[in-house]
């Protein structure tokens, strides 16, 4: 692998998909008296620029919490690509709604065109990004089926499905249960975000 681009003082992480992730390496960063301006998933942005950071050390203590340096400009992509699609699935109140492409969206956050990050993406994580969109909102859905506090016709909606019959239709796919099955399961079957994929 290359090493990490040293100009511009943003880390690229691999792996920082929630807020837990967010806070240890924060941490950890923070343990190497590395000043931290701004951290959000997959990105940390640092008061120094990376040529005057340990890298090194920064390299090793992520790697011992699960998380990985990225040190080439398609992994930082494909890492911007995953990162967004699970903000977007996750953080938001309610979804954008069905008439809203996540294309769209993901042309606009990156500044690339659509066909080139749907072609990166395909060439680096063998699924294509609509497959990750799928499975990231089944994850999704079964965390809010376990929550018990939505309707499936409330999650179909929160997640951006035209119907409950859609969301019916992809979550029996993915999992082999439909969604009443899976919601009446002990185990809950979930993967950590970043197993996703």
Request: hydrophobic content about 35%.
């Amino acid at each position: 692998m290359n090493r990490p681009e040293t100009t511009g003082n943003i880390l690229y992480v691999k792996n920082m998909v929630c807020n837990r992730c967010i806070k240890v390496v924060k941490d950890e960063l923070t343990k190497l008296k590395v000043n931290v301006r701004n951290i959000s998933l997959g990105e940390v942005e640092t008061a120094l620029p990376l040529n005057k950071l340990p890298l090194k050390a920064i390299k090793e203590a992520l790697e011992r919490n699960g998380f990985e340096l990225i040190e080439d400009k398609k992994a930082k992509v494909i890492e911007k690509i995953k990162n967004f699609i699970i903000k977007t699935i996750y953080e938001k109140k309610t979804f954008l709604g069905e008439n809203v492409k996540f294309s769209t969206l993901l042309e606009k956050e990156l500044g690339l065109e659509y066909h080139y990050l749907s072609n990166l993406f395909s060439s680096q994580e063998s699924i294509t990004i609509e497959q990750y969109i799928i499975l990231q909102k089944i994850e999704r859905a079964k965390e809010l089926l376990k929550y018990g506090e939505l309707t499936l016709s409330e999650i179909a909606y929160k997640l951006g499905y035209s119907s409950v019959q859609h969301l019916s239709n992809q979550f029996h796919k993915v999992t082999g249960f439909s969604a009443s099955q899976f919601k009446n399961l002990t185990n809950n079957m979930r993967k950590a975000l970043d197993k996703v994929g």
